[in-house]
């Protein structure tokens, strides 16, 4: 099997050096001769291990087909098929893991597999660009479905059961829709003003989103289930592990969502021009290595910090990053404390963070998930001098909505328990997905979820 074009079709950047002085968007895209270039080194294979690897099962080698033969009109209705969101998909999802990630192409020796996330964005950024509208469907079935959150799984699930005739209302605690889209997402990875084109196209379907709404505070589940047939509970993880060491109290230990949420959603980057200020630091420690700790530490960089330091108990092979991302961190001047775990965080006498109080680790035998378990080195401690910190180690479940319903079994781990395959609860016409259900995931992968889910509901409401 030969492929004339082994590597990929490059793509342009902003230079590091600029772009990490500003928040805007690092990858350019391709234009339409490089889309159409790289298009071509798809072998078109009848058995699609690419479609099989992507979680709402977009037929891949057909939206490349359309795109290769110059037609991306007809490549963006074969994607809208099967996904509402792919100028977002295209930009965030863990392609390498999954599409990508068995493609035969790159499998081949010495080939790359097809940049088929950088093509996916290529054919949604152009029907946006033309204007395309969405077709609402023609009737309402008369069947009422009430969302509850606007995040990427939620979203995903309005759009499906609008396009069958649903009649769908989202709830939004926040003040605009998107979710993590919004709030942890940097404008340099994702755009702010893609996401809000995308959510525009749900409303185009007749999907009614009311933001400013707590579900479980300003309305009750119980108020909903007797006005709607049934409920979607997409509400996310948002609650932040921390770490609880000492000096956690500290003037300059953050939570990443509450760091990522002031800049992003509150635009804090614009300060002052937008009135929400963000903590300008020389000296960062961000502690994690998945892809919030390093929108953190990017974003630290472009706040102006001269040095951000990335520390992480175990080492660059078991980062959960994605490897793009890391690349980019790497080109931007971000350093990394591998194996290395903070102990305490220091202060002065005014209560102000002066430096964190790090050891070094070591990785033994891998524990329950497969993952070589990290223990402390005796003796190996050390200081890092920084004037900020920010946790990124996770998140939790959100607890406003579980604890307003105790009619809704939750597993061990505190999340709701849900059948996988349709997002069933334990309450009849309740269904759930996401990280709600997941804990914290891939956008993609709760956008898979709202597809099963929005698969069981219509049964359940026709059937």
Not at 215 to 235: C, F, N, S, W
Request: hydrophobic fraction near 35%; charged fraction near 25%.
């Amino acid at each position: 099997m030969a492929v004339e074009q082994k590597t990929k079709t490059p793509i342009a950047e902003q230079d590091p050096v600029v772009r990490s002085t500003n928040f805007q968007e690092v990858c350019l895209g391709y234009t339409a001769d490089e889309a159409k270039q790289e298009a071509s080194r798809c072998l078109q294979c009848k058995t699609k291990p690419c479609m099989n690897g992507c979680p709402v099962g977009i037929d891949i080698p057909e939206f490349i087909r359309a795109l290769r033969e110059g037609n991306t009109d007809e490549a963006a209705e074969i994607i809208a098929k099967y996904s509402c969101f792919p100028a977002v998909c295209g930009r965030v999802c863990p392609q390498e893991k999954q599409c990508e990630g068995v493609c035969t192409v790159g499998r081949i020796k010495d080939c790359e597999p097809v940049a088929i996330g950088k093509l996916e964005r290529f054919v949604a950024d152009t029907a946006l660009e033309k204007g395309i509208k969405v077709t609402p469907p023609k009737e309402n079935n008369g069947k009422k479905v009430a969302v509850i959150g606007a995040g990427p799984s939620a979203l995903a699930l309005a759009g499906e059961l609008a396009k069958k005739g649903f009649g769908v209302k989202i709830f939004e605690a926040l003040h605009e829709a998107g979710g993590v889209l919004i709030y942890g997402i940097p404008e340099f990875r994702l755009p702010k003003s893609i996401v809000a084109a995308e959510v525009e196209k749900l409303r185009q379907l007749g999907v009614e989103i009311e933001c400013n709404v707590v579900v479980g505070k300003t309305i009750t589940m119980e108020e909903l289930r007797a006005e709607y047939d049934a409920i979607y509970i997409a509400v996310g993880a948002g609650t932040p592990n921390m770490q609880g060491i000492a000096g956690s109290s500290l003037n300059g230990v953050y939570a990443a969502n509450e760091y990522l949420t002031r800049i992003n959603l509150m635009k804090g980057y614009k300060f002052p021009e937008c009135d929400t200020p963000s903590k300008r630091a020389k000296n960062v420690v961000v502690v994690g290595a998945g892809n919030v700790a390093m929108d953190s530490a990017r974003s630290a960089k472009r706040l102006g910090a001269e040095r951000v330091t990335l520390v992480y108990r175990r080492s660059v092979e078991e980062m959960p990053a994605r490897i793009e991302e890391y690349h980019h961190a790497v080109q931007e001047g971000i350093e990394f404390a591998w194996l290395t775990n903070p102990v305490e965080y220091l202060g002065d006498e005014k209560g102000k963070l002066t430096g964190v109080r790090c050891i070094k680790m070591q990785l033994g035998e891998p524990d329950d998930n497969g993952r070589r378990r990290p223990s402390p080195i005796e003796g190996s401690e050390f200081e890092i001098p920084c004037d900020l910190v920010v946790e990124a180690i996770g998140q939790g479940p959100n607890r406003v909505l579980l604890d307003e319903a105790p009619d809704l079994a939750l597993n061990k781990r505190g999340y709701i328990d849900a059948d996988p395959e349709t997002g069933k609860t334990s309450i009849p016409g309740v269904y759930a997905g996401g990280d709600i259900v997941t804990g914290a995931a891939t956008v993609i992968g709760a956008m898979g979820a709202a597809k099963k889910a929005a698969k069981a509901i219509e049964e359940y409401l026709t059937k």
